[in-house]
């Protein structure tokens, strides 16, 4: 995993949530929170789920389900 240079848009924050597991957390770059995440049950989960969405969000769809019911 990358150390933030200062020059990302927004930053991952790995936090600890409880005594054996974590979470993560995405900010902007105003430190503005824009996503928590669910607990993981140790580091290598955590980072695993930051990989996830970071590889995701690059090539996910929008997907408006205002009028679906969901």
Do not use: H, Y
Not at 28 to 50: M, R
Request: zero cysteines; a positive charge.
């Amino acid at each position: 995993m990358r150390e933030s240079t200062g020059e990302m848009a927004g930053n991952f924050e790995i936090l600890k949530a409880g005594s054996n597991s974590f979470r993560f957390r995405l900010t902007a770059e105003d430190g503005t929170v824009v996503a928590v995440s669910p607990q993981f049950p140790n580091l290598k989960a955590v980072v695993a789920g930051i990989n996830a969405v970071r590889e995701n969000a690059a090539t996910g769809f929008v997907v408006d389900r205002r009028n679906l019911g969901t």
